[in-house]
């Protein structure tokens, strides 16, 4: 029998992302972060619609299972479906057995007249959007009627300064934090400053890679994302900032998060140990506390052991016992949904957006 270890949790997710594997090329190599966004991210997210949401929620909760992940901090975008978006996501996790914590990240990239904002980004929008506007309004309907979630906002580059005040004003208001990426490429630099009057230590500021100065909230840290995109080391302890592991819709493997983690933040210091980001891992509780009391029982018996996990790759999830008793997972297998039904229909979901795209 394998260690027994609490469930896990990803501290920031996109779980939209999971239908993305697979689709066309863009017309051009993307370069630049930024190119990268309006290539890849901001033409899947203005094609989504409920059923293909519904279709990624479901694959990427029953993914993050299959590898004793239990609870998921989710930021989702979908402007042609922003009504009822946040509870699409909650109800196809809550099919799996997992916990999410939703938002919606507003932003005023899309004009009123559908356009897209700006052309190299350098100045941000003036004025909040219709879109900003009924995101916002999304976040609270879910809040107030006892979804799981903060307030979220896309990057301080592309919205205003209206949008982000009445963001951290509605939260203040819902007594939750925002969740918002910050400074994750060079073209949200200016981020800390725009950001250092209104963040409070209840915010997850997702990235900082290029944050020039604290801002009070939990860091959520995505190595993996960062070397993909090319946007740099985040350096993340340099920071006294609670720091939280998350994905940036990568999967929510956190085994395998952790180490990455731990080898970048090795090749930075090396002084460190695995210890450094385990507590990152644990840090997540906070967020999930019910999550500490979950059983997942592994492939290995030192999965409970920072150094072993380090240098174990290939550790699974064997068993999945929430903490209110409800099996979730038995041998692996996925014990609420059919794990065959739910990938085929996102495979038919997928094959639906790649065509739009």
Known sequence: ???????????????????????????KTPKTFLEILEQVWWRIDVALDL??????????????????????IDHHESPHVIDGSLQVIADACAEVGVRVNTTYGVTDRWQDDGSVFGDDWSTPPLRMTDAARRGLEECEQFIAGGGSGFVGVHAPFTCSDETLEAAAGLAKDLGVGV?????????????????????????????CVHL??????????????????????????RFSNPIVLGTDGIGADMLEEFRLAYVRLREFDVTSTPSTVWQWLENSYAFFPDAAGDRVTWTYDTADDPWSVAFTPGMRALDV????????????VAQL??????RAHAHEQAARLFALL
């Open 212 to 237: 020039d100065r604290p801002l009070p909230g939990t860091i959520a840290h995505n190595p993996r994302s960062n070397m993909n995109n090319a946007v740099g080391y985040a350096q993340p302890t």
């Open 179 to 207: 969740h918002v990426h910050v400074a994750e490429g060079s073209v949200d630099a200016p981020a800390g400053r725009r950001l250092e009057n209104l963040a409070a230590d209840d915010w997850l500021l997702v990235h």
């Open 51 to 72: 059923d293909m949401l519904r279709a990624a929620a479901r694959l990427g909760a029953l993914e993050a299972l299959e590898c004793g992940t239990t609870a998921i």
């Open 1 to 27: 029998m394998g260690a027994v270890t609490p469930g896990l949790v990803c501290g920031h997710h996109h779980l939209y992302s999971a239908l993305a594997r697979g689709m066309p090329a863009p017309a």
């Open 321 to 332: 016992v929430r903490n209110d008793g409800i099996v979730l997972l038995r041998d692996g």
């Open 337 to 342: 949904v059919d794990a065959g039904e739910v």
